[in-house]
């Protein structure tokens, strides 16, 4: 069973950046598709960037110009830049790899931006 494990989440200030990471204890990146979503109290949890296995990525409105994914399919990581960071960006960040309607969670790091 592959595992996701993220890190690099923390405490910053409003302006300041984070690069998250998320590592697959297997190669399953070159094969599915990435995303980072986010979940933040007593909101749902919402998409943020994607990576398909062909390199199209989108980002939601909210954190474009902003926010960069990348993925490094040697390493088996996955990779969220977040730039200029802003207090509606705290949340709980969660990687995910998925596939035909399959998706692999990680277990979430927490990202708080204070104003």
């Known amino acids: 069973q592959v595992q996701l494990v993220e890190s690099g989440g923390g405490l910053v200030q409003a302006g300041e950046s984070l690069r998250l990471s998320c590592t697959a204890s297997g190669s399953i990146f070159s094969i599915n598709h990435m995303g980072w979503y986010r979940q933040a109290p007593g909101k749902q949890r919402e998409l943020v960037a994607s990576l398909t296995t062909l390199g199209t990525v989108g980002y939601a409105d909210s954190v474009k110009g902003r926010f960069t994914i990348s993925r490094n399919n040697a390493k088996n990581t996955g990779y969220l830049q977040m730039n200029s960071l802003k207090p509606e960006d705290t949340a709980v960040y969660y990687c995910?790899?998925?596939?035909?309607?399959?998706?692999?969670w990680g277990q979430g790091t927490q990202v708080t931006v204070s104003s």
């Open positions: 995910a790899a998925y596939r035909n309607g399959t998706y692999r």
